[in-house]
């Protein structure tokens, strides 16, 4: 793969760089993140979703999304903005009390509750820049990683981000991680990361990470989550009933599911 640019833009709250070999297909491409942010973000008060008036483009997306809930038994929730409310992890974290989930929880039961893209925006978002771009690219938005083409890649230590643990090459898909030690709070001696089970209504602890790869950045997005929430386990079940090429690490052992493609470990 010999590619001409790389270039980087400040999207969606975290730094998105494409690697192709067309600058202007890179900036259009760039262009496309922006206009998917200003569809979804429930960070600004402008966005179609936050507005409640959904494109044609919007429903279809949240119909697929919605989808997913069932397929993972609950594990992945696209409308868990009451709990991520609940538990403030948007901000310094908190421990609600029972009550206070159960209320969350019977919102989201209803189906009145408000998405939270958090757990496939830029999985979508990156699925649409690549529509931008001919031939092949590699595009990293946040870490997670869409390649048309072949790439080298790695995947990190969960307890040491700037450590690479796992090397392999991906092929014309995604790959997104979810780790619970990018993101945790305290609280009364307890840690807790910013991703909550559902299900429950818990918001997890620390457990390494879950890596998925998969032909689409959205599914891989949502994947990630679902398995974390999961956990090793059950997330290795259902990966393997389903086809999933999954990778979780925990307290430095690797676990692969089936179908997760030949990797070596980086000791």
Not at 101 to 124: C, D, M, R, T, W
Not at 225 to 237: C, H, N, W
Request: aromatic share 6%.
């Amino acid at each position: 793969m010999i590619l001409a640019a790389v270039l980087a833009r400040f999207l969606m709250g975290t730094v998105c760089e494409v690697e192709a070999a067309n600058d202007r297909q890179i900036a259009a491409a760039f262009d496309e993140a922006a206009r998917v942010e200003r569809m979804i973000s429930t960070w600004r008060t402008d966005s179609e979703l936050a507005r409640g008036r959904y494109s044609p483009e919007l429903q279809a997306l949240l119909h697929d999304v919605d989808a997913w809930r069932d397929k993972t038994g609950g594990a992945f929730e696209p409308r868990i903005r009451p709990l991520i409310d609940a538990w403030k992890t948007r901000e310094n974290g908190a421990l609600p009390d029972a009550s206070v989930i159960a209320a969350a929880l019977n919102q989201i039961h209803s189906g009145n509750a408000p998405v939270e893209e958090g757990g496939f925006g830029k999985g979508y978002a990156l699925d649409r820049m690549l529509t931008k771009i001919d031939g092949d690219a590699v595009l990293n938005f946040g870490g997670q990683l869409l390649v048309r083409g072949s790439a080298p890649v790695t995947i990190a230590d969960p307890l040491q981000r700037d450590r690479p643990l796992i090397a392999l090459t991906i092929h014309d898909a995604s790959l997104s991680t979810s780790s619970g030690s990018e993101k945790s709070f305290v609280v009364h001696g307890r840690r807790f990361t910013h991703i909550i089970d559902p299900r429950t209504g818990e918001a997890l602890p620390p457990r390494g990470s879950v890596s998925v790869i998969a032909n689409t950045a959205t599914e891989a997005d949502i994947l990630s989550t679902a398995l974390y929430v999961m956990g090793r386990d059950d997330g290795l079940r259902w990966a393997d009933a389903h086809g999933v090429a999954a990778l979780f690490i925990e307290g430095g052992r690797v676990a692969a599911s089936k179908a997760f493609p030949h990797f070596e470990r980086i000791d």
